[in-house]
């Protein structure tokens, strides 16, 4: 059995920024493994423990810097990990969910996995797209926003919880194979121990170009351009309270005492 | 003639108010784009739910008459062929958990560039899409250079459409392959029940992930002490296990409204602000003076939270836990 786990390296931008041609300046972004993916290779790493024979496998869309990323993933307990980068990519603005789920199907048909765990979104875009029409285009069923999963591949059977807004949740049962979006909370992700980071080091990092993957660089053509990015104008009047911690709580509190909400 | 077809959501027999938003987003898109808006309604009781939606502004209702609750693998195989009834060139829908449970293999068969979680459309030629992101620090727009896209809305951004509308209302047979639904909703569960109700407070002390350890929260439930407060959170507190379920303030938590929301670490992810956005006073205490939560906030302090929840603890006479 294989599971196929999509990752991403996301960039956090620092408190203070810039923002220079159509994105933030990279001397402001800071890069982690994006918070709903690391749920998703804990979802998968466990079943892996829990179950004989069965290998995951990372993929990534990224340039060389994201390696160190996808060796935590491997620290975790991946097996071995795909980085698929190519020089057409470098100076992309960005990539269309259509251009990346293009990619990792590409990836997901050479590997033939059981099932493919996603995240439900990217912290830095957000698209919260990209697990389903992956799904789409490899012909799988799917299911968005899971975060309780009670998996069977023998069965061909995943038990999922979907959580819908306001706190309730759809309880679903779907046909394997399948891509499915990984809910942050689904469980507790580990951290990476020394002796996993050292084996880290040995496993498999495969990197693989458009060319190899059998995709020319017309099928990332997107008609969306990004056109701008701005800081958007508070729409808020927020007072701020400044001066020592000393003075603003105490401008805090008195505000507190006047409105009446608290007394003494 | 461009036109746009919306698609309504509904759970468990209700239209969900997003519903009526996409009406009014979806009326001023098909006016720039100089064609008619079209809703498509697939499942429940969609002669009773058409006619709710019959609004102001709408052109066409198409209705799908196929079981009782969402399911992905109906909605896939409908829209595609209500798109082609409808003549449609652009497609709207919610940019909801469900929403995204379709839409991106339903652009993605229809070959239609996807743009998810709007907040703006600007129609024309070129069709310009505005959304957030970097957690909601930056804004971006991008030019559609296509006649036909998909386009999903954030839900609460636009107004919901009123008025009484006068859109013919059509039943459609569509072809369902039961061999292409390969999942089954069985059920739903309400989850956060419990003995604190966090809807009914008055005054909430909500924490987020400002506040780095667990070993670190009796800070605030100090303060909570000290105000006579109750204590929320954000999500990542609760999906780390550090507050139960019932604490959680957001899109899939509780929707809250005190008369003082005290946000301390917490951004203002779009999926929070849903939850809190209808408090009567907010104050932020946070480090970053570009975080969201200031967009919001009515009051705020630009700082560290370790250093300003002691101070406040000790204002109201509490005693500051060393950490
Ligand atoms: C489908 C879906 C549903 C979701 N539902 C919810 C929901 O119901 N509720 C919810 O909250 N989220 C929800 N989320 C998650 C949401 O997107 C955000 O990830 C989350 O709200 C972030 O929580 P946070 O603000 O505590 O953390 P962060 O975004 O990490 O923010 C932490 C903040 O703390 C500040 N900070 C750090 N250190 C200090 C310090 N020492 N003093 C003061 N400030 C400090 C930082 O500047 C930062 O602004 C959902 C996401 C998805 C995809
Ligand atoms: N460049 C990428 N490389 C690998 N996986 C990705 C990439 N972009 C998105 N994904 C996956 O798709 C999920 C949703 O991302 P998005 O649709 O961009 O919000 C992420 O959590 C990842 O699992």
């Known amino acids: 059995m294989k599971i196929l786990v999509t990752v991403k390296e996301v960039a956090e931008v620092e408190d203070e920024f810039e923002i220079s041609g159509l994105d933030i300046d990279e001397s402001y972004l800071e890069y982690d493994l994006n918070e709903w993916d ?19 496998v990372t993929v990534t869309i990224g340039p060389e810097r994201s390696e160190e990323t996808i060796r935590m993933a491997l620290a975790k307990g991946a097996d071995r990990a795909i980085r698929v980068w190519d020089d057409s990519l470098e100076g992309v603005d960005f990539l269309s969910t259509e251009a990346t789920s293009e990619m990792l199907a590409a990836v997901a048909e050479e590997e033939d996995p059981d099932i493919v765990f996603s995240g439900v979104q990217s912290d830095d875009d957000a698209n919260g797209a990209t697990g389903v029409m992956l799904a789409n285009k490899l012909d799988m069923e799917w299911a968005a926003v899971v975060n309780t999963l009670d998996l069977d ?20 049962d779907v046909r394997t194979p399948a891509v499915l979006t990984i809910q942050s909370g689904i469980n507790e992700p580990r951290y990476a121990s020394l002796r996993g980071i050292r084996q880290a080091q040995q496993k498999p990092l495969d990197v693989q170009s458009l060319d190899d993957l059998g995709l020319d660089t017309g099928s990332l ?4 351009e990004r056109t701008s990015m701005y800081e ?26 006047d409105k009446g909400v608290v007394e003494g | 003639m461009t ?16 519903s009526f938003e996409l009406i009014t987003a979806g009326r001023e898109l098909a006016s720039e784009v100089g064609g008619d808006l079209h809703l498509g309604v697939i499942s429940g009781d969609v002669d009773a739910f058409a006619d709710d939606l019959n609004r102001d502004g709408v052109d066409a209702i198409h209705t799908v008459d196929d079981g009782e609750e969402f399911n992905h693998d109906v909605y896939a195989q409908a829209i595609p062929q209500l798109f082609e009834e409808a003549g449609a060139d652009i497609l709207v829908t919610p940019n909801s958990v469900n929403g995204l449970d379709y839409a ?11 743009v998810t979680d709007s907040v703006a459309l600007d129609g024309g ?9 970097y957690g909601g620090k930056v804004e971006t727009t991008y030019d559609v250079d296509s006649e036909s896209f998909a386009v999903t809305v954030r839900p609460a951004e636009w107004p919901q459409a009123e008025g009484d509308g006068d859109a013919e209302v059509t039943a459609v047979d569509v072809d369902i392959d039961e061999d292409a639904i390969r999942s089954e909703v069985t059920g739903f569960e309400e989850v956060g029940g419990g003995d604190v109700d966090i809807s009914e407070a008055d005054v909430l002390v909500s924490i987020g992930r400002g506040i780095e350890e667990e070993e670190n929260l009796v800070l605030v439930e100090e303060l909570a002490d000290a105000l006579g407060a109750t204590l929320s959170s954000s999500r990542p507190i609760v999906d780390n296990g550090w507050l139960p379920k019932n604490r959680q303030v957001g899109q899939s938590g509780k929707v809250v409204t005190p008369d003082v929301y ?24 946070n480090t970053d003076p570009s975080a969201p939560i200031y967009d919001l906030a009515d009051y705020g302090i630009v700082d560290d939270l370790f250093d300003i929840v002691p101070e406040l603890i000790e204002e109201f006479g509490g005693e500051a836990p060393n950490l």
């Not at chain 2, 991106?104 to 996807?114: C, E, K, T």
């Not at chain 2, 999926?271 to 956005?277: D, F, R, S, Y």
């Open chain 2, 3 to 18: 036109d746009v077809l919306a698609i309504a959501e509904h759970r468990r027999g209700e239209l969900r108010d997003v």
């Open chain 1, 153 to 172: 591949l023998d069965e061909g059977v995943a038990g999922v919880h979907r959580e819908l807004e306001g706190g309730i949740e759809e309880l679903t």
């Open chain 1, 38 to 56: 690391d749920y998703a290779v804990e979802e998968a790493v466990q079943y892996s423990e829990e179950n004989d024979d069965v290998e995951v």
């Open chain 2, 262 to 285: 005290i946000a301390i670490g917490i951004s203002g992810a779009v999926q929070h602000v849903a939850g809190m956005k209808g408090a009567d006073t907010i104050v932020a205490i």
């Open chain 1, 232 to 257: 958007p104008e508070s729409e808020g009047d927020a007072t701020i309270w400044e001066g020592s911690p000393e003075d603003t709580a105490g401008e805090l509190a008195d505000f507190l005492r």
């Open chain 2, 104 to 114: 991106p293999a339903v652009a993605d068969d229809l070959d239609l560039p996807l």
């Open chain 2, 125 to 133: 030629d070129v069709t310009e899409v505005t959304r957030e992101q």
């Open chain 1, 221 to 224: 053509d997107s008609p969306l």
